[in-house]
């Protein structure tokens, strides 16, 4: 999100189109296995906004960012009111593009900009809802990702094969509550998996 003169089609990544005959995991949650080497995903929950033959894409919700607070970014995009009547916390959606933001929240509220991943959640992307939000309206709940995780063509679906991912059913509470140092163990949770008897199971997509 930025002040700049932006048309608000371009404020969203390249998004995979989505062919209803292809299984898609948009609507779920991935979750690193222990396995996981690369440091910017050990452990991590991704929440899959999109995912096709043409790739993927997908917030991270349990890295909490300290700075900026969500008071100090309204002020930087000038947005009132500030102080706000209500907030919501940042984290660290991906390594892609994370000087961009994106706010991950309830379906109870959308505009021309949202991209409704299910029924329950969608994708928002311009300053419209930081404003509701400021103002105490907006979504019931919602988080400000700065950045996302993405993947190019059959890199996600590679990667779920090599026993990089699980997948499992999105768990609001998992998403948005603040308790992000259980995150990772309650979202296996869900499968009934215990971590320690993760090495040998195969990827579900």
Request: with cysteine; hydrophobic share 40%.
């Given at each position: ?12 990544p ?11 995991l948009?609507?779920q949650?991935l ?32 890295r909490?960012?300290a700075?900026?607070?969500f ?7 000038k ?15 991906g ?15 959308t ?5 409704k ?27 400000l ?5 993405g ?11 090599q ?11 998992v ?7 259980t995150?990772?163990?309650r979202a ?18």
């Open positions: 999100m930025s002040r700049k003169t932006t048309p608000r089609s371009s404020k969203f390249p998004l995979p189109p989505v062919d209803p005959k292809e299984t898609s948009a609507g949650v979750i690193a296995m222990p396995s996981m080497n690369d440091p910017r995903f050990a452990q991590s929950v991704i929440y899959v906004c999109a995912h096709s033959r043409e790739g993927a894409m997908g917030i991270v919700v349990n909490p960012l700075k900026p607070s008071p100090d970014l309204l002020k930087q995009l947005i009132e009111p500030n102080p706000p009547a209500r907030a919501i916390r940042l984290c660290s959606g390594p892609v593009e994370n000087a961009r933001g994106f706010v991950l929240h309830t379906a109870d509220w505009d021309d900009a949202s991209l991943v299910d029924g329950k959640l969608a994708l928002t992307a311009s300053l419209d809802i930081l404003k509701a939000i400021a103002e105490g309206g907006g979504p019931k709940d919602g988080i990702a700065l950045g996302y995780a993947w190019g063509p059959g890199q996600l679906d590679s990667e779920i094969q026993n990089a991912w699980l997948s499992a059913p999105a768990d609001m509470e998403i948005f509550d603040a308790d992000h140092a995150k990772w163990k296996l949770s869900v499968l009934r998996v215990d971590p320690l008897m993760l090495s040998g199971v195969a990827g579900r997509a």
